[in-house]
């Protein structure tokens, strides 16, 4: 199965940029979507970025214009390059892979990382 496991996380103050890394190991084959989702305490999990294995991204449009997802199929990881952060971007973030096929023939589906937390001080 494929292990998630994310770095980048941190205080930092509002207008700041943080870089969210998630590297996914394993034995890999292809990755189909990989993707960030976040949880501020009290509110549901939610997608903030999305990337297709060819590299085709989608935002929540709360994010709009101020991060980037990207991908490195080669080392199956992804970033999300944060900047003009907001207090309301504060919440544990989660890297998630979908559709993953390996080298086996097998697939798994819905893996999730153990989350980092991304702290907006005003």
């Known amino acids: 199965q494929v292990q998630l496991v994310e770095s980048g996380g941190g205080l930092v103050q509002a207008g700041g940029s943080l870089r969210l890394s998630c590297a996914a190991s394993g034995s890999i084959k292809s990755i189909v979507t990989m993707g960030w989702y976040r949880q501020a305490p009290g509110k549901q999990r939610e997608l903030v970025a999305s990337i297709t294995s060819g590299g085709s991204p989608k935002y929540a449009d709360a994010v709009k214009g101020r991060f980037t997802i990207s991908r490195d199929n080669a080392k199956n990881t992804v970033y999300l390059q944060m900047n003009s952060l907001k207090p309301e971007d504060t919440a544990v973030y989660y890297c998630?892979?979908?559709?993953?096929?390996?080298?086996?023939?097998?697939?798994?589906?819905?893996?999730w990382g153990q989350g980092t937390q991304v702290t907006v001080s005003s």
């Open positions: 998630n892979a979908a559709a993953v096929i390996y080298y086996s023939g097998s697939y798994s589906s819905g893996s």
